[in-house]
């Protein structure tokens, strides 16, 4: 059954590098401040029924706190922590808006916001962030409030210029809009791409067709999945497959994933689509595309 308790106040004050308390029942608040004698590379509480607030400074590298009953507003001071490589705070209570000082944190590798309550405004000063290798913003009530500058296609803009190495971009069940930009090819690392769910228009680009890490296992590829940063984050994953909420568990670094459904894509779908052969799923489904089923898709036999 687990652990079935708070979290005494004296674990706080010890000297850990590593703690794991995930699926449990611990129950009860965080402390105002998760400081321990020296940083922690690594905290996994996720998957408890931990409440109240967000802890407003973490001395943490990688920090999972995410399917708990947090609730409130995430702490505006949050970028002081920067020894943050991966906040992930997914499937929680959290509303209001997504603090500026995110932005300050240098070398943040992940943000994990999904399943939460946030809304208002992304801030601008976010684009200082080109350590990325992670962005999840699904599924929030992220709206009218968001700047123009991270509306598609000005935030796959900067994300394809300055955020080269990410490999993961879920912006699902959102209202961004307009097109996807050409920028978003850049993306020699991109295994996973989740927009669907948003109110994206026109022809899906040509270009998707270069994403390199979907079309063969190159020696580059092969070396930045050993990154132990990003391997902690991908222990687990929920993606929509054929219709189907499947969570994938060790194997997601191998997933190679593109989700665009239901927006309002239209035009024919290119050939070239067919080019990544290592694609193991592809949905257009729900939008407007028109022509021929493409001749070639027989050979994309990971589908």
Known sequence: MGISDTIPEWLWKLDINWLDLSRNQLFGNLPDSLSFISTAHFVDLSFNGLVGRLPCSFNVTLLFLGNNLLSG?????????????????????????????IGKIKYLSVIGLSNNQLSGKIPKK???????????????????GI???????????????????????????????????????????LHI????????????????????????????HTEFDEDMTYASYSKHMELVVKGQDMLFESILSIVNFIDLSSNNLWREIRDGITNLSKLSTLNLSQNQLIGKILENIGGMQGL
Do not use: F
């Not at 976010?126 to 599924?139: E, F, H, P, T």
């Not at 927009?195 to 580059?220: E, F, G, V």
């Open 126 to 144: 976010w684009n200082n962030l080109n350590q990325l290798y992670a962005i999840d913003l699904s599924k929030n009530k992220l709206s009218a």
């Open 73 to 101: 507003q995430i702490p505006l001071n949050i970028g002081d922590s920067s020894s943050l490589e991966v906040l992930h705070v997914s499937g929680n209570l959290l509303n209001g808006g997504t603090p500026t000082s």
């Open 193 to 220: 791409l989740d927009l669907a769910l948003n109110n994206l228009s026109r022809s899906i680009p040509q270009c998707l067709s270069d994403l390199i890490a979907l079309i063969s296992m190159t020696l580059l």
């Open 147 to 189: 700047p123009s500058w991270i509306y598609t296609p000005l935030i796959l803009e900067i994300i394809g210029e300055r955020m080269s190495s990410l490999k993961q971009l879920r912006l699902l069940g959102n209202r961004y809009t307009r097109d996807i930009s050409k920028q978003l090819c850049r993306l020699s690392h």
